[in-house]
């Protein structure tokens, strides 16, 4: 019998990710889906501050180290977990628990206050409470969610963290930028996906609907998905698509097809992000060459501290035409 927890993973999910993975990280990413991160939280500044928030949780036992790239985020022992989130400084909405990599997101799309901002996909909150924290209440910030019980998660979450300024919707995406056409200054997309980065080889529940059809089924909304955040969004403006996926199937392909069908209408952006584990996006998959333009695109490698996710910054250059409907 092979004792290697990381054995238990779909065969067919380590030879994709062997593909995917530069062979020099490919062990340490692997090993990555066994270990028990560490727990981490952002400190929510539209209702306490830094400092104050690092001693409540000081004054229960815990020991939160700070993140260097960035200030409002901790990190604590795993087994710090459960006093955290039964923390009153989480039920009061003064702390979030959220991955150091989903921490990424909403710095990378930068909103400033007064801008009008769109977050497509936006259940439980996690991103949408980030964008209203860098905006400082200040603008508008709009934020979709298809699926009701999700909805009404994030609705709770907006009040319980002080985001009550945020405008909620429960709609379809897919339908958002033709009724709100060159609105918004930002949009983000963070894409119903696979969630190949929370697979976890201790839980076989985390991959039980994973295979080749849930990701053929994923791209193709996140398609139509992207493709309603560009009409949404004013020339000029910016689009941030992510997913916590690994396939290129929802990365890499879906922002070449989008590129290809609005021919030069949206380009992709450099993106800088702060971390060491992040490789540029891939130049080839299954034996085909990939736009070069690509290599603007982010894949964050999974750690001992963090998940994967995939980051790609789009601006529009110029209008575009509204996809059909369905
Ligand atoms: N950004 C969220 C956060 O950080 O807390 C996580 C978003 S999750 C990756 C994607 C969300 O999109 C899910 O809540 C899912 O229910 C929702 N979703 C799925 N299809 C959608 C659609 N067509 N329109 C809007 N939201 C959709």
């Known amino acids: 019998m092979n004792d290697d927890p990381t054995h238990q993973l779909p065969s067919e999910f380590v030879a994709r990710l062997r593909a995917i993975v530069p062979e020099p990280a490919f062990a340490d990413v692997l090993a990555s889906f066994a270990l028990a991160k560490p727990a981490t939280a952002?400190?929510?500044?539209?209702q306490t501050e830094v400092p104050a928030a690092l001693a409540e949780l000081?004054?229960?036992g815990l020991t939160p180290a700070p993140v260097a790239w960035l200030p409002e985020a901790i990190a604590l022992p795993a087994d710090e977990k459960r006093t955290l989130t039964a923390s009153a400084a989480v039920g009061a909405g003064r702390v979030y628990v959220q991955g150091l990599s989903s921490m990424l997101a909403a710095p990378a799309l930068a909103p400033e206050p007064g801008e009008e901002v769109l977050d497509l996909a936006?259940?439980?909150?996690?991103k949408t409470l980030h964008l209203a924290a860098l905006m400082g209440g200040?603008?508008?910030?709009?934020?979709?969610?298809?699926?009701?019980?999700r909805?009404?998660?994030?609705?709770?979450n907006l009040v319980r963290y002080g985001a009550e300024f945020v405008e909620t919707y429960n709609s379809d995406g897919r339908a958002v930028g033709r009724k709100t056409r060159e609105r918004f200054d930002r949009v983000l997309l963070d894409a119903p996906c696979s969630s190949e980065a929370r697979f976890d080889c201790r839980d076989p529940e985390t991959w039980q609907y994973?295979?080749?059809?849930k990701i053929a089924e994923?791209?193709?909304?996140?398609?139509?998905?992207?493709?309603?955040?560009?009409?949404?969004?004013?020339?000029?403006?910016?689009?941030?698509?992510?997913?916590?996926?690994l396939a290129p199937e929802e990365n890499e392909l879906v922002v070449a097809h989008t590129l290809r069908r609005l021919q030069g209408?949206?380009?992709?952006?450099?993106?800088?992000?702060?971390?060491?584990n992040v490789h540029t996006g891939l130049a080839r998959w299954n034996d085909k060459t990939l736009p070069g333009e690509l290599a603007h695109c982010v894949r964050v490698l999974p750690t001992a501290d963090m998940d994967a996710l995939f980051l790609a910054l789009l601006e529009k250059r110029r209008s575009i035409g509204a996809a059909a409907p369905g």
Not at 42 to 46: E, F, G, Q, V
Not at 151 to 156: D, M, S, Y
Not at 225 to 245: D, F, P
């Open 42 to 46: 952002r400190i929510n500044t539209l």
């Open 58 to 60: 000081a004054a229960l």
């Open 122 to 126: 936006a259940a439980p909150g996690g």
């Open 138 to 149: 200040a603008g508008r910030l709009a934020a979709v969610e298809s699926v009701r019980g």
């Open 151 to 156: 909805f009404f998660t994030l609705k709770e």
């Open 210 to 213: 994973w295979g080749p059809r």
């Open 218 to 245: 994923c791209a193709r909304k996140q398609k139509a998905l992207l493709r309603s955040a560009l009409e949404a969004v004013r020339v000029g403006g910016r689009v941030l698509y992510c997913t916590c996926s």
């Open 265 to 276: 209408a949206a380009e992709l952006v450099p993106l800088a992000i702060p971390v060491a």
